[in-house]
T-cell receptor, first 113, second 117 residues
Framework: KQEVTQIPAALSVPEGENLVLNCSFT??????LQWFRQDPGKGLTSLLL?????REQTSGRLNASLDKSSGRSTLYIAASQPGDSATYLCAVGSQGGSEKLVFGKGTKLTVNP | NAGVTQTPKFQVLKTGQSMTLQCAQD?????MSWYRQDPGMGLRLIHYSVGAGITDQGEVPNGYNVSRSTTEDFPLRLLSAAPSQTSVYFCASSPTLTGLGSGNTIYFGEGSWLTVV
């Protein structure tokens, strides 16, 4: 059974700092990995999707990497802003007949002005 | 383009009552799913559908029923509500499965907050 772990559970940083969020998964047979952002009381917004054949994806100040062999992904946020404060969720789409996304529990990020 | 629309936003039920959470998408997506989100548990898949007339169980299907009569709609029915079903429910859709080579992302609704007393 695929399990996804995100560390740390919460992170507080000053504005302008570069930061890294971590995601690990137990089964390396994945289709893809996605990073989502969730604001309080809201749904999830997809930030980046990395396919199994890719190593990284970039969007603006965000960069996500994928290392299937080690079962790890990182989300790098450059020059953090208070507007980046949210919960960030990692999810993997697995093979083996499973058409499901398996989510981590998320990292709650607070960027202080 | 409304995306994924969920109704109601908030609902309070008494134990034993039944209700339906509605989900509709206007993007002509084949794949739709329901998740529940609980503190400390993350999002867990309840049921999903790969197209009209086709549904399957996810990780936590007990106590829930779904049907997919049209591409647009995917309602989630609580048959006899229990306090353990107090949660936030999210509906999601995507153009294809999270399959090999799929570069399609998944779109979520804004959630339905359900309290069972």
């Amino acid at each position: 059974k695929q399990e996804v772990t995100q560390i740390p559970a919460a992170l507080s940083v000053p504005e302008g700092e570069n930061l890294v969020l971590n995601c690990s998964f137990t089964d390396s047979a994945i289709y893809n990995l996605q990073w989502f952002r969730q604001d309080p009381g809201k749904g999830l917004t997809s930030l980046l999707l990395i396919q199994s054949s890719q190593r990284e994806q970039t969007s603006g100040r965000l960069n996500a990497s994928l290392d299937k062999s080690s079962g790890r992904s990182t989300l790098y946020i450059a020059a953090s802003q208070p507007g980046d404060s949210a919960t960030y969720l990692c999810a993997v789409g697995s093979q083996g007949g499973s058409e499901k996304l398996v989510f981590g529990k998320g990292t709650k990020l607070t960027v202080n002005p | 383009n409304a995306g994924v629309t969920q109704t109601p936003k908030f609902q309070v039920l008494k134990t034993g009552q039944s209700m339906t959470l509605q989900c509709a998408q206007d993007m002509n997506h084949e794949y739709m799913s329901w998740y529940r989100q609980d503190p400390g548990m993350g999002l867990r898949l309840i049921h999903y559908s790969v197209g009209a007339g086709i549904t399957d169980q996810g990780e936590v299907p007990n106590g829930y029923n779904v049907s997919r009569s049209t591409t647009e709609d995917f309602p989630l029915r609580l048959l006899s509500a229990a306090p353990s079903q107090t949660s936030v429910y999210f509906c999601a859709s995507s153009p294809t499965l999270t399959g090999l080579g799929s570069g399609n992302t998944i779109y979520f609704g804004e959630g339905s907050w359900l309290t069972v007393v």
